[in-house]
């Protein structure tokens, strides 16, 4: 026989501490799993028509609001959200969202300016997106998109996708 | 039974509540409930943690029936608050009352924190009631920015994106903080159904944990007051303090404590004086929002647009400071410097004042090294905020 005997106050105490761990345990992994459990979850990417772009006149952003489908969480409906095509004099298509780099604000073009303007903190953008102004610490995000040939008219027609192409 | 119904009406009641009080214990409750001293000298100044008490009451009350009508739904959301505004005379009443309820709440909280920070009722051995308080006071604003962003307004909606986006600028762990909080990259139904989960559950459960704490740890240690309950006259101050603390009454004399701050010179049972000076106070607060809930009543701008080109969004007024640093953050490392390392710094300091201010003294005047701080934080807040509500005037 040891030396050491665990006497029976000791074990009960033991098991109890034991038993309220054991509890702790198995709530606590379904429960920060289901928390967490977003930032692991696929998103689902969908083109979107935006429309056609003949149109839109060259060094003016033109709007266009967009039923965008959510990329992830329990299913919901699409939610509104503004696409800005802006051509450029060198024939470059830029599609920004209006989504101000600050604080995610939506930043809108003020003519009179001829800048983004963000109507929280004052933040400045000019025509392509880049921010000459104000807290932004970097340019307008961009929707990832795509311009197809409507085979039937011979428009192009301007597609993008439910995603920024860069992380703000 | 028939003994007991032929007696006459008081007899039956006395033996009805003797009855209950048998079983539960209900008097000896009460007593200890109710009969404490408090210092004699400054008694409305203590009625401001009971209202901060009774305003957090209120706003449970109002929020519950709140919920009669409140889906947690993008889309179903607005509508029903619409609803209100139009067709519920009562319903738009409750609201107006809970959103004046918790302005006159921040406003009562600060009086609050104003006059335990002048009367350095948070030194020994009261240190865990600052600390306890200092934590009740950010659940509240927790609950006041939640609140904010529940109706799907516009003005909802976009305190919803702006505030869910700050944690973002932490270093490392930031982006996952807010998309955890949104339920995902953009804010959708995901980022309502949490923060209606925080705002309704989450920080009222933890709310009142604390002000569990914060009340058990009053009346363990009794109101301290202020310096002048406790002056000595005498010419013996030592006879005159030992005299004191013998005939002191529960639940005086502090423990572990000078033995100057120990009693005070003279004290007022709270039940019926300190406790009158109370609902006094709470009948008036109550008024106050009860009439600015009816005549004022809450705000509702348009049904939330993410596509709208012209919203202005503005910040409530007891976050204009807190926007006002970001304006004043321009880029990211300064976003970081700003809103949370010296955000974040003023707040540790504000939680932890009772292990920074290490001196006996009490009274504010021979504290300068604490009065001058504190006071240059609220000047600081006061000048922030009218920055801030200058900015947005102009704009």
């Not at chain 2, 009641?13 to 009969?35: C, V």
């Not at chain 2, 006259?233 to 009454?249: M, N, Q, S, Y």
Request: charge should be positive.
């Amino acid at each position: 026989m040891a030396a050491t005997t665990l006497s029976r106050r000791r074990f009960l105490i033991r098991m109890t501490n034991l038993g309220a761990g054991l509890i702790t345990l198995m709530l606590s992994i379904p429960a920060i799993g289901f928390v967490l459990a977003p930032l692991f979850e696929k998103r689902t990417r969908t083109w979107v028509r935006v429309g056609e772009i003949d149109s839109v006149p060259v060094g003016l952003p033109t709007p266009f609001t967009v039923a965008m489908p959510i990329a992830n969480g329990p299913p919901s409906g699409p939610v509104d959200r503004v696409v800005y095509v802006v051509k450029t004099g060198d024939h470059r298509l830029h599609v920004l969202a209006n989504t101000c780099s600050h604080m995610q604000c939506n930043v809108h073009w003020d003519p009179s300016l001829g800048q983004f303007l963000c109507p929280c903190h004052g933040g400045l953008y000019d025509v392509t997106g880049h921010n000459v102004g104000g807290p932004p610490p970097s340019p307008l995000p961009g929707w990832v998109h795509r311009t197809v040939v409507d085979p039937a008219s011979g428009r192009t027609v301007l597609e993008v996708q439910n995603q920024y192409d860069e992380r703000i | 039974m028939l003994r007991f119904l032929s007696r006459p009406v008081t007899t039956r009641t006395r033996s009805a509540y003797r009855w209950f009080d048998e079983r539960t214990g209900s008097t000896e409750l009460l007593h200890k409930g109710l009969y404490e001293a408090v210092p004699e000298k400054g008694g409305w100044a203590y009625t401001l943690g009971s209202a901060t008490l009774v305003l957090i009451l209120l706003q449970l009350f109002t929020g519950i029936f709140l919920l009669l009508v409140y889906t947690p739904s993008f889309s179903d959301a607005f509508p029903g608050l619409d609803y209100l505004r139009r067709s519920d005379r009562f319903g738009s009443w409750v609201r107006g009352m809970h959103l004046w309820g918790a302005y006159v709440l921040i406003f009562v909280i600060g009086l609050h924190m104003l006059r335990t920070f002048l009367s350095a009722s948070y030194k020994r051995p009261r240190e865990l009631n600052w600390v306890t308080g200092a934590l009740l006071f950010f659940l509240v604003l927790g609950l006041a920015i939640t609140g904010a962003m529940l109706p799907m307004d516009q003005a909802g909606y976009w305190t919803l994106v702006v505030v869910t986006n700050i944690p973002h600028y932490i270093p490392f762990i930031g982006d996952g903080v807010r998309h955890l909080w949104r339920g995902g990259d953009f804010v959708g139904q995901a980022s309502l159904t949490r923060t209606f989960a925080i705002h309704i559950w989450v920080l009222p459960f933890l709310l009142f944990a604390f002000i569990g704490a914060h009340l058990y740890l009053l009346r363990r240690h009794g109101e301290f007051g202020s310096w002048v309950n406790y002056e000595v006259t005498g010419a013996d101050p030592d006879k005159e303090l030992a005299e004191r603390i013998v005939r002191a009454e529960p639940p005086y004399p502090t423990r572990r404590i000078e033995r100057m701050w120990a009693v005070p010179r003279r004290t007022v049972d709270f039940f019926p004086d300190q406790l009158f000076k109370d609902t006094v106070i709470s009948v008036l607060l109550i008024a106050v929002i009860f009439v600015f809930g009816y005549l004022v009543g809450a705000p509702l701008s348009e049904k939330a647009d993410p596509a709208t080109l012209s919203y202005v969004p503005t910040p409530e007024w007891f976050y204009l400071p807190l926007d006002q640093v970001l304006v004043l953050s321009p880029q990211t490392y300064l976003v970081f410097v700003g809103a949370f390392a010296l955000v974040g710094a003023g707040a540790l300091a504000f939680i932890l004042l009772p292990f920074l201010d290490r001196s006996r003294d009490r009274a504010p005047l021979r504290r300068p090294e604490v009065l001058l701080p504190g006071l240059f934080l609220a000047a600081m807040l006061v000048l922030l905020t009218v920055l801030g509500a200058s900015r947005l005037y102009s704009l």
